[in-house]
Every structure is written in structure tokens, then in C-alpha cells.
């Protein structure tokens, strides 16, 4: 069975990094791409970040040079080490498998404020 | 802010049909696949068609998507209660190196 388990959310300042951690299990974790996508509140679905199997990663411009995200295939594990944080970045980040995002995890909440 | 467009909300009595319209432009939709997603209340996002009009192993035939040109569609026939939910399309966009964008968003509730 496929799970993503996302950790590492909280509350941080504004300014403050924080490192949130996907573990992924039930599939080849080093043959897909992965995501990050958050959710503010009441708010739509934003992707955040991708990275390819090759470790090519991808950003919107919102989070370009803040965010970096990164894998440990011997770990199954997806990463996303975000620094510069703003109230905007207030959300529940959830990671994803997969060029069409065919399984995700139940997401980590992640709030900046003062 | 995101650059493919849908309604706002979309509603119907159970079993008829809802269509929810999802519009972008050349460099997103006019040239790469569609995918839609589902959100039920308080849960994580859940793929419910990808390439345009695939669904995954376990989606219900009731649910259908299409595209033509820069938009796309999700077809919803034999509305049942328990497809009140968000839906979201979703597409990559050519227009920046590479940027995944998500529809606006549409909150289907059955009356």
C-alpha cells in the first residue's frame, strides 16, 4: 500500500525556517517524481515545489530561492527545507507522488506568525 | 494567483448531471495534459482523471474529462451525495521552466 507521511510542521516567526519530511513507503520511491503542494485555509491548492528522479527540481516564482526541496532515496524520503518564512507561507503543505499527483499524504500545518 | 479559471460552485439534485468548465491558455492547457483533482471535506486531495480523460484504477465511470484547446472539463453524470466535494484541474504551464498551476477551484454541492 502506497503512504506518504508528511512531519515537521509548527508554528515559526517570521523570518524562521522550518523543515518539514515526507516518508514515503509501498513503492520504488527512487523511479517517481515528487511534490509539494500547500493549502492555506479556506484557500485553494498551490503547488509549491517538484523534483524529478534525476534531483531536478522545480519552484513558482513565490517561493523561488526561500524553499529547496530535496530526496534521500536510500531514506524514501522527500524533503522541503523552507526558510525566509512569511504569514503567506501559513498553510497545511501536503507531498505527492508522481507526475499527476496520483497519491498524497494527509499533510502537516505549518503557521508562521509572531 | 492562479492562471486556469473554473466557477466558483456548481450544484445539482442527485442523479443528474454537472459539468465544471476549467480555462487556461496556450502555454498550460493548449499544450500539455489535464489532470483534476477531488477534495472531500477535511481530507488531503485525491487524483480523479489525469491526461485529459483517464481515471485511475478505483474512480467511478461517472466521472469524465475532456479537452479542447485551452480549456477542459470534468463531467459529473448520476450526481450521488457523496461527490459534494472541491474539484480542482491542473496542468503544467510551459511558460516559466516548468511550473505546475491548479484551477481556481469549483465546490460541487448536490441539493
Known amino acids: 500500500e502506497v503512504q506518504l507521511v508528511e512531519s515537521g510542521g509548527g508554528l515559526v516567526q517570521p523570518g524562521g525556517s522550518l523543515r518539514l519530511s515526507c516518508a514515503a513507503s509501498g513503492f520504488t520511491f527512487s523511479s517517481y517524481d515528487m511534490h509539494w503542494v500547500r493549502q492555506a485555509t479556506g484557500k485553494g491548492l498551490e503547488w509549491v515545489s517538484a523534483?524529478?528522479?534525476?534531483?531536478?527540481?522545480y519552484y513558482p516564482g513565490s517561493v523561488k530561492g526561500r524553499f529547496t526541496i530535496s530526496r534521500e532515496n536510500a531514506k524514501n524520503s522527500l524533503y522541503l527545507q523552507m526558510n525566509s518564512l512569511r504569514a503567506g507561507d501559513t498553510a497545511v503543505y501536503y507531498c505527492a507522488r508522481g507526475l499527476e499527483m496520483n497519491y498524497w499524504g494527509q499533510g502537516t500545518l505549518v503557521t508562521v506568525s509572531s | 494567483q492562479s492562471v486556469l479559471t473554473q466557477p466558483p460552485s456548481a450544484s445539482g439534485t442527485p442523479g443528474q448531471r454537472v459539468t465544471i468548465s476549467c480555462s487556461g491558455s496556450?502555454?498550460?492547457?493548449?499544450?500539455?495534459?489535464v489532470n483534476w483533482y477531488q477534495q472531500l471535506p477535511g481530507t488531503a486531495p485525491k487524483l480523479l482523471i489525469y491526461s485529459n480523460n483517464q481515471r485511475p484504477s478505483g474512480v467511478p465511470d461517472r466521472f469524465s474529462g475532456s479537452k479542447s484547446g485551452t480549456s477542459a472539463s470534468l463531467a459529473i453524470s448520476g450526481l450521488q451525495s457523496e461527490d459534494e466535494a472541491d474539484y480542482y484541474c491542473?496542468?503544467?504551464?510551459?511558460?516559466?521552466?516548468?511550473?505546475?498551476?491548479f484551477g481556481t477551484g469549483t465546490k460541487v454541492t448536490v441539493l
Open positions: 496556450s502555454s498550460n492547457i493548449g499544450s500539455n495534459t
Open positions: 523534483i524529478g528522479t534525476a534531483g531536478d527540481t
Open positions: 491542473a496542468a503544467w504551464d510551459d511558460s516559466l521552466n516548468g511550473l505546475y498551476v
